[in-house]
């Protein structure tokens, strides 16, 4: 039996958003800080306590892009222990449209919108935006960008 004064490790929970503007281009971030330092990634981060996974997606895209979005649907879970070098990070990955707002990077992030997506992505966000592309076509959501 664990003390009480045992850590317990736990996986984080994360979001990152597969962001469709309305001409049909996907918007990426490209990161500032390691890891992955200068790799285009899919907007995203922690969940704050007592937020949705939902309300984090939409923050963090507005923090990170400038853009406000409506979630169109879950892309999926992505859970292997070694996505992340940091640590073990689950996210949970949404489909998300612009809505207004107007494209603009942060402190954090460069942005870039694309209609041919670059080759190398950050984390395991390729996978994630292939299904997201496949998960907008099955919706009917227009999206123009190529991998």
Do not use: C, N, Q
Request: hydrophobic share 40%; charged share 35%.
């Amino acid at each position: 039996m664990k003390s009480s004064g045992d850590a317990v490790r736990r996986p984080l929970v994360a979001v990152d958003g597969v962001v469709v503007r309305k001409g049909g281009s996907i918007v990426l971030v490209k990161r500032r800080r390691p890891p992955y330092e200068g790799y285009w990634a899919l907007p995203g981060g922690l969940v704050e306590y007592g937020e949705t996974v939902e309300e984090a997606v939409v923050r963090e895209v507005k923090e990170e892009t400038g853009l406000e979005v409506d979630v169109k649907g879950l892309v999926g879970v992505y859970s292997k222990p070694d996505r992340d070098p940091r640590g073990h990070v689950i996210s949970v990955a949404f489909l998300v449209v612009e809505v207004g707002g107007e494209l603009r990077g942060s402190r954090e992030t460069e942005v870039g919108e694309f209609y041919a997506i670059p080759r190398k992505l950050a984390f395991d966000h390729r996978e994630i935006l292939e299904d997201g592309l496949e998960l907008a076509k099955r919706l009917g959501i227009e999206v123009k960008a190529m991998l």
